[in-house]
Every structure is written in structure tokens, then in C-alpha cells.
Nanobody, 119 residues
Framework: QVQVVESGGGLVQPGGSLRLSCAAS????????MAWYRQAPGKQRELVAA???????DYARSVKGRFTISRDNAKNTLYLQMNSLKPEDTAVYYC?????????????WGQGTQVTVSS
């Protein structure tokens, strides 16, 4: 069983920065993809940024140039550096991890961390 735990959310003023972390633990053999999603009230969950095969990075158009996704392979940890935050970035941010574990292929979500951008 693979557990995914996010941290780092909070309240920040417009223009500010936050760094989210996501730690995956369990009997993990390999991770093929890690990604950040977000869901604002009344809206569908959307992809924010992803790292595929540890190399390819993809960003939503709305965050490109402001957010940076990175990964520490040794720690099975994913990060999201968010700069120049806007009120429209307010949402619950979720981490998604997929790969192979002792029990076979896995596809796991974290519980989410709240990010609120407001003055």
C-alpha cells in the first residue's frame, strides 16, 4: 500500500510564494509519474503540473512561468514552488503518484492541502 501526504499549504497574500511538498511512502519499486492537481470550490479538479518518467515536465497554461515542479527521487518526494500567486490560485492542491510497488501497479492520491491567496 502506498501513502501520499501533502504539506505546505496556507494563506498567502497576492504576489506571494508557497512551496508544497508531497511524500510517497510504502513498498515502492518505481515511480513513473507524479503530478499536482487542484480543485477550487464549484470547479472540476484540474492538472497543475506533472513530471513524467522523472524528466518530462508539463504545466497548465495558467501557471506556466510562475510555478515550478521538481522531484527528489531518493526521497520519493514531489515539490511545487508557487510564485507570484494570484487569488485564482486558491484551491485544494492534491498530489497524484503512480508507479509500481510490492503489491503491483499503484495509483494514489493524497488528502489535499489548502492554498488560499487573499489580502
Amino acid at each position: 500500500q502506498v501513502q501520499v501526504v501533502e504539506s505546505g499549504g496556507g494563506l498567502v497574500q497576492p504576489g506571494g510564494s508557497l512551496r508544497l511538498s508531497c511524500a510517497a511512502s510504502g513498498s515502492i519499486f518505481s515511480i513513473s509519474g507524479m503530478a499536482w492537481y487542484r480543485q477550487a470550490p464549484g470547479k472540476q479538479r484540474e492538472l497543475v503540473a506533472a513530471i513524467i518518467s522523472g524528466v518530462y515536465r508539463d504545466y497548465a497554461r495558467s501557471v506556466k512561468g510562475r510555478f515550478t515542479i521538481s522531484r527528489d527521487n531518493a526521497k520519493n518526494t514531489l515539490y511545487l514552488q508557487m510564485n507570484s500567486l494570484k487569488p485564482e490560485d486558491t484551491a485544494v492542491y492534491y498530489c497524484h503518484v503512480e508507479g509500481r510497488a510490492a503489491t503491483g501497479q499503484f495509483d494514489s492520491w493524497g488528502q489535499g492541502t489548502q492554498v488560499t491567496v487573499s489580502s
